[in-house]
């Protein structure tokens, strides 16, 4: 496990067989990581792990 690592969320994906949503997140780590430099990380997992998120005011007044 690393520490001090920064992700950026890119995208939302959905694992509809058992109705489990993620995040779809760019690894700074490079495309030989993960699903070519993408990580899938569940909303259980980014809320336990996460330090702190920055989003831009568009973002925030559309979120879901």
Do not use: P
Not at 25 to 34: A, D, L, Q
Not at 40 to 51: A, D, E, P, V
């Amino acid at each position: 496990e690393s520490r001090g690592h920064a992700m950026a969320i890119v995208g939302l994906a959905r694992d509809t067989t058992i109705q489990k949503r993620y995040f779809v997140m760019k690894n700074s780590w490079g495309e030989k990581h993960g699903d070519h430099g993408l990580d899938y990380m569940s909303y259980g997992y980014f809320r336990k792990h996460t330090l702190a998120v920055c989003m831009t005011k568009e973002a925030w007044e559309n979120k879901q």
